[in-house]
């Protein structure tokens, strides 16, 4: 019996040793690639603030431009800058007049007059249209000119609105055209209104314009035969040079008795001798 155990003791002690010596089975572990991680993502957080681009935008500093109405005398071609011989076709869309009546006019910087021709709007009377014409010219070698197209009064001939466009007359050669812009007009009396009566020797007129030349605007007021009564230079306030901007002032004028007149409003150029822009407003004027 006691050699029995002694055997069976030894068989263990072999088995003991035999697992201390032998190594361990290894399995193969995934290992993730530096790209990849372990860790879950973390779940939105609905308190974050979210980044927003906003891009460079300029502030906007000045009150939004007002809804002027369409140029009365709109110049289509030649438009700016460009280059024409003649005859010159001048075309365009204007409001209605006394009879439906236009003048072009051409000038040079100089206030010489090349050209004055009459055209027709080409709508029923009392309506806005088309307006077209050929106008010769003579040059004796390519010059700065000015195209104006301007409407008369019935009562004394004195000029209604008159608008300019600047291009180059040539004697010969190849042309130019550069169609122009449809534009609002460029300077719109607000007030006084169409048959508005005004008294007391001053009157106060406002609205909005596109001055030329140092925002620089002037202000006259006519009587019933045409004389000028009154007269004031007058600025845009304008955000910036070359910019429209409201006008606001009051002119004093003299007339003897109660008649029609006229308050005019017009743009003197640098360019030439004479106005780059005219408009009116007929009116009641009383002493």
């Not at 050699?3 to 035999?18: F, H, Q, Y």
């Not at 236009?102 to 009459?118: G, K, S």
């Not at 700065?144 to 608008?163: K, N």
């Not at 008649?259 to 005219?278: K, L, N, T």
Request: a negative charge.
């Amino acid at each position: 019996m006691r050699a029995a155990r002694m055997i069976l003791l030894g068989v263990l002690a072999i088995l003991v040793i035999s697992c201390a010596i032998t190594p361990p089975t290894t399995f193969p572990t995934s290992t993730a690639s530096p790209t990849e991680t372990n860790t879950p993502p973390s779940p939105p957080d609905d308190n974050r603030t979210p980044i927003v681009i906003v891009p460079e935008t300029p502030v906007e500093t000045v009150e939004p431009t007002p809804d002027r109405p369409d140029e009365a005398i709109l110049i289509l071609f030649p438009g700016p800058g460009s280059i024409v011989t003649s005859p010159v076709t001048v075309s365009g869309i204007a409001d209605p007049t006394f009879e439906q009546t236009l003048v072009v006019r051409i000038l040079l910087t100089d206030n010489t007059v090349l050209a004055l021709e009459p055209t027709i709007i080409q709508a029923d009377l009392g309506e806005r249209g088309r307006y077209s014409v050929d106008v010769p010219f003579q040059v004796e070698s390519t010059t700065q000119g000015f195209i104006q197209v301007f409407a008369e009064s019935a009562r004394d001939g004195g000029i209604t609105h008159l608008s300019t466009m600047g291009v180059a007359l040539a004697p010969s050669g190849p042309e130019t055209i550069v169609p122009g812009q449809f534009l609002p007009e460029q300077i719109w009396i607000q007030s006084p209104v169409l048959g508005q009566t005004v008294s007391g020797g001053v009157v106060r007129v406002q609205g909005f314009a596109l001055a030329s030349f140092e925002q620089t605007l002037v202000i006259d007021v006519y009587d019933a035969s045409g004389n000028l009564v009154g007269s004031k230079p007058t600025m845009t306030h304008a955000p910036d040079l070359g910019l429209p901007g409201p006008f606001d002032d009051t002119v004093s004028y003299i007339v003897g008795s109660t008649g029609p007149g006229r308050i005019v409003v017009r743009d003197p150029s640098v360019a030439f001798v004479g106005d780059y822009h005219i408009a009116s407003v007929e009116i009641t004027l009383e002493p």
